[in-house]
């Protein structure tokens, strides 16, 4: 048998027998793993209640021959409980850890920078530093950026030409200009633009100080783009409270 320690975000998990729970995590260093809590479901567990989604946590894991076995379990952050138990903050939680887990695909490859992303926006969500909504939008768009599909909000995603410009096309990658614009493409306002890349670049001066109809017109935007490039609807993204 050989043991590993890691850090992870739980992502999910779903009841294995009587009394296990198969256990789904993004982990620093390996990338995701799927691993089972023996017992996990008993009142008497040592461990259970760090292995719920959202917490953050150090672990011990044994190699098996399908699925890993968690050993230990230390907690590094308790967000699951301040999330858990306000529904706008856990919808938005919800939406980014199945987009965490759609862009890790494959088991055991490390996704270093999608680990930290998706653990600093848990924490920022569980903290309340910001409007759930746009720690939500930051993250989906910077995820995908990580994952190669970094959109831009100023000049043409076409054909480059310097911005600013009043379209944006989600099939195209972002802004496009007159000349580039294919029909269907959404005129966003230039404070909705200025908005977005704030996001992107994580200026929350900017971010929060946007006003509520520039904050809806992004999220329409942002979630089209996110759902464009992953290929299918996030599941949990129509439930998301916006506040």
């Not at 260093?29 to 917490?55: C, D, I, N, W, Y």
């Amino acid at each position: 048998m050989s043991l590993y320690r890691d850090e992870a975000i739980v992502l999910r998990t779903h009841k294995l027998g009587e009394a296990d729970r198969i256990i789904t995590l993004l982990t620093r260093q390996h990338g995701k793993v799927r691993a089972v809590g023996k017992g996990v479901r008993r009142t008497t567990s040592r461990f259970g209640s760090r292995l719920e989604p959202f917490m953050h946590v150090d672990l011990q894991l044994s190699t098996g021959r399908n699925l890993d076995i968690v050993t230990q379990a230390e907690t590094l952050g308790p967000y699951g409980r301040a999330i858990a138990e306000d529904y706008a903050l856990y919808t938005v939680g919800t939406a980014m850890l199945e987009t965490a887990e759609r862009l890790v695909e494959a088991e055991h490859e490390p996704a270093l920078q999608q680990y930290w992303l998706l653990v600093g926006a848990v924490r920022a969500l569980a903290s309340r530093d910001h409007t759930p909504g746009l720690v939500l939008d930051s993250y989906l768009l910077r995820a995908l950026a990580v994952a190669g599909w970094a959109p831009s909000f100023a000049d043409c995603a076409r054909c480059g030409e310097p911005g600013p410009h009043h379209a944006f096309n989600v099939s195209s990658g972002g802004a496009v200009c007159p000349a580039c614009r294919p029909p269907g493409s959404a005129s966003p306002a230039q404070e909705t633009f200025a908005l977005l890349a704030a996001l992107l670049a994580g200026d929350w001066a900017v971010a929060d100080s946007s006003a509520e109809r520039h904050r809806g017109e992004a999220a329409g935007l942002v979630a089209a783009f996110s759902q464009f490039h992953l290929e299918r609807h996030l599941r949990s993204l129509p439930h998301v409270e916006r506040v």
